[in-house]
């Protein structure tokens, strides 16, 4: 039987791992996929360090991962871990990943923003999209827009869990509210190529994607695997970002969202919303088969099979 391969997916909210088999027609067999919610960059508005409490965190995180490795027969050489965002934006982000490898023994290591598009854009291609799809994944700290076609590789520092403490917080650092974000979303997203997806399939990777698809489907609760693949309106996304807003945290609770999202969904909402604006997309699909599908695809290429 194939060995096992997985892929851990750091992210400025999330911490993801995946763990899968190549079949032997080269496809991906999911043996299995947990999802944390460390929240690894909370604070990076406000500070240019990791916060202490959220370092704790995420390292019970990977050694939790870890474990559940050694207890499914994952070898480490089979293992690739990955941090996105927070760790670039950091300033001690590579040499709190470094720390990680020595006390948790997790392979991990700090993605540049092309490498992260590039493999957005991969585990989208690898699910039978064509190379002209364009591709979005709205994070806890950045966005990335890619397009194999286009030979496009791209990032922005706006994500759900920065511009929330930044504009939507408690303490808000900038003034303005939920306007104000909607206005600075725009402005980042202006630096993408503008018009790039008319004619174009495009496809929004991660769970902002995924939650809006729950939303817009009605359910009586979230439930990533009843959308996968859902087909959405790009136009509708700006005004319900806005009307999610003005919603009380208890009031979102009460929606078909997932409950460590309820309080940055609008935020990420945003800048999905501003990357479609600029992009001129009219429709788009959305997958929960994110950055980690494309890490462990790219693993298997230095990998016998």
């Known amino acids: 039987m194939t060995q096992l391969t997985a892929a851990i997916d750091l992210g400025t909210n999330t911490a993801l791992l ?36 959220a370092c704790a965190r ?33 300033t001690d982000g590579a040499a709190w990943a470094q720390h990680m490898r020595t006390v948790t023994g997790v392979p991990l290591e700090v993605l540049s923003e092309e490498d992260e598009a590039r493999l957005s854009a991969l585990a989208v ?3 039978g999209v064509g190379p002209e799809a364009v591709v979005i994944d709205v994070g806890g700290g950045s966005t990335e827009v890619g397009c194999e076609a286009l030979d496009l590789r791209q990032s922005r520092p706006m994500g759900a869990v920065v511009l929330t403490e930044t504009f939507l917080g408690a303490e808000p650092l900038q003034p ?17 190529p503008r018009g790039i997806a008319a004619g174009r399939p495009v496809v929004a990777v991660g769970g902002t994607g ?13 439930d990533p695997h009843a959308v996968e693949g859902a087909e959405l309106d790009a136009h509708s996304v700006a005004a319900l970002a806005r009307d999610l ?6 009031e979102r609770r009460a929606l078909p969202i997932e409950a460590e999202r309820v309080e940055v969904l609008p935020a990420g909402l945003a800048c999905l919303a501003a990357t479609l604006e600029q992009l001129s997309a009219s429709r788009f699909r959305i997958t929960g088969r994110g950055l980690r599908y494309g890490v462990i695809r790219d693993l298997w290429k230095s990998l016998p099979a």
Request: proline fraction near 3%.
């Open 58 to 90: 995420a390292q019970a995180v990977l050694q939790e991962y870890r474990a559940r490795l050694a207890a499914l027969g994952v070898d480490l050489s089979r293992v690739r871990a990955v941090g996105t965002a927070c760790l670039r934006r950091a």
């Open 125 to 127: 291609s690898a699910e």
């Open 176 to 192: 303005g509210g939920y306007p104000a974000l909607w206005a600075h979303a725009q402005a980042q997203a202006a630096h993408f």
């Open 210 to 222: 995924v939650n809006l698809a729950c939303l817009q489907a009605k359910l009586t609760r979230f």
């Open 18 to 53: 995946l763990v899968a088999r190549r079949t032997s027609a080269g496809g991906l067999e999911v043996v299995e996929e947990l999802c944390r919610t460390p929240r690894l960059g909370s604070g990076l508005a406000r500070r240019t360090t990791l916060d202490p409490e």
């Open 245 to 250: 807003a003005s919603l009380s945290l208890d």
